[in-house]
């Protein structure tokens, strides 16, 4: 650092002082000591003048400096320190919540990405009901765009060893809580099992009663949302089984509504769930159009089909409906379904019905209420994540399920094409299902089922007769 000098004024009253000690003293000195004293006193005062020069250089230059700052502040001149530029727009911001997320500072707009990928392993007793493999049952990725917080555009393919299909594909408007509007292509909501994601599914796979409602994702315009704290309702015009949209002769639509409500919301009871609700479905089907085919809930033996290729001669009224109820509280969960669908042709008329019901238990004291929102369970998060060498172990849930399945109007003795059953297959069947899922993470998990299936009359595959299946299925799954 800089030393600044003193002022002129106080050296010259130093020096003066440092003379008169210098008179002082050579009073006392004698008069052979005088010549030799102005000497010593002439080359002290020489020095003194040589400092007060320097220094006085020394304050000229300091004084520069600082009028030189002071011209540069004030004319604003380029080599003056300046504040950076400040960046314009928002910066992007990225995170993982259940997916990975891309938005800007202002919340103008979201981008999500997501994904799920479930490997499969299956073994089957006897040998002829389906083959033991290795399997990916779904791959899926996908994104949404959400601008404007009010819109929302999603588009999902899943990956097979045939190519790619576009599950999801449509635009949101969320404007209002109570009405929310979506069109394109989506899951219409048939029922409690079918509206879940099948990364939360209790069992690997969804009941015998899903078959009974036809293909998964449909296309049309779809109205829905909560008009109270614990109602959802969702109502639904869709191209149902016309697969080409283009036809102009059997461009008929299916409407479908869903209401469910949460009583426990009502009540007050913020760790329980009391889900009760239904749904309804119509619609005219083309001639050749499909019926359902059942496997059993193992992806094992096809224990349902009718002649025709399944397909039905004359076009026909279809109708679909079903009631729903679960009952959660703390770690524990009763849920059923019965769901119905019936085919009314020309001189004929078809039903056939199945329903469900399962008791789940999170063994690691997690809550179902938890996971419950807008009519539909979702992600198990584990109170702690396993990690290897952690006290963390995940979540663990044991389950049962009981389900039946009734198609007694489909037999052998029925028309061609009228829902004849075809030779080999049953006409009913129930089954048990044991199953085990440990959720590492809310994003990972490892799931085994036990499925014993027993079939009304006996079935037969590859020229063997059998009467129940056996199955042992496995997963391994990873969301976000």
């Known amino acids: 650092m800089r030393e600044y000098p003193l002022k002129t004024g106080m050296r010259w009253m130093l020096g003066l002082l440092l003379a008169g000690a210098a008179a002082g003293a050579l009073a006392g000195e004698s008069g052979a000591d005088t010549a ?41 001149r380029e080599d003056a320190p300046k504040e950076p530029a400040k960046r314009k727009g928002e910066p992007v911001l990225a995170s993982f919540k259940n997916g990975i997320v891309f938005e800007d500072g202002s919340g103008n707009w979201q981008l999500a990405i997501n994904g799920r990928i479930q490997a499969d392993g299956r073994a089957f007793n006897p040998d002829p009901a389906a083959a033991d493999t290795w399997s990916l049952r779904r791959a899926r990725l996908g994104a949404v765009v959400t601008f404007h917080k009010d819109y929302a555009v999603r588009v999902e393919g899943e990956y097979s060893g045939s190519g790619t299909t576009l599950t999801y594909g449509h635009l949101d408007i969320n404007r209002f809580k109570a009405a929310r509007l979506r069109i394109g292509q989506f899951k219409p909501q048939y029922g409690l099992e079918r509206s879940l994601s099948s990364n ?11 078959a009974l409602l036809g293909g998964t994702f449909d ?10 704290d614990g109602l959802y309702y969702s109502a639904a015009w869709i191209n149902g089984s016309n697969g080409d949209e ?7 639509k299916d409407l479908m509504a869903r209401v469910t409500g949460n009583l426990a919301r009502f009540a007050g009871w913020k760790d329980a769930v009391v889900h009760v609700g239904g749904f309804y479905s119509h619609g005219r089907q083309e001639s050749g159009s499909a019926i359902p085919v059942l496997q059993t809930e193992a992806r094992g033996y096809r224990l349902f089909e009718t002649d025709n290729n399944n397909r039905l001669t004359d076009s026909v009224d279809r109708t679909r409906g079903g009631i729903e109820l679960a009952l959660a ?13 019936g085919f009314d042709g020309r001189d004929f008329h078809r039903d056939m019905s199945a329903w469900y019901a399962s008791l789940n238990w999170l063994v690691s004291g997690e809550r179902f209420a938890d996971a419950y929102r807008e009519g539909v369970f979702g992600r198990i998060s584990p109170k ?17 399920r009981y389900s039946r399945f009734d198609g007694d109007d489909f037999v052998t003795g029925n028309a061609t094409g009228t829902g004849k059953l075809a030779a080999g297959r049953s006409n009913g069947a129930d089954a048990w299902t044991l199953g085990a899922n440990w959720i590492l993470n809310p994003n990972l998990r490892l799931a085994a089922n036990y499925v014993h299936t027993h079939f009304d009359s006996e079935v037969s595959s590859k020229g063997v007769v059998f009467g129940d299946e056996d199955a ?7 969301d976000f």
């Open 36 to 76: 030799t004293r102005i000497q010593q006193l002439e080359a002290m005062m020489q020095q003194m003048l040589a400092q007060r020069t320097e220094q006085d250089r020394q304050m000229q230059a300091v004084a520069a400096e600082l009028q030189a700052m002071r011209q540069q502040i004030a004319q604003g």
């Open 200 to 210: 939360f599914l209790d069992f690997l796979e969804r009941s015998m009663a899903d």
């Open 219 to 228: 296309r049309g315009v779809m109205l829905h949302g909560a008009p109270l």
């Open 246 to 252: 283009n036809d102009v002769e059997y461009d008929n």
């Open 329 to 341: 509280r703390g770690p524990f969960k009763l849920q059923g379904e019965y769901i119905r669908a």
């Open 384 to 400: 702690q994540h396993f990690a290897f060498g952690g006290a963390g172990w995940g979540a663990l849930q044991l389950g049962v």
């Open 472 to 478: 042992i299925t496995m997963r391994a799954q990873f």
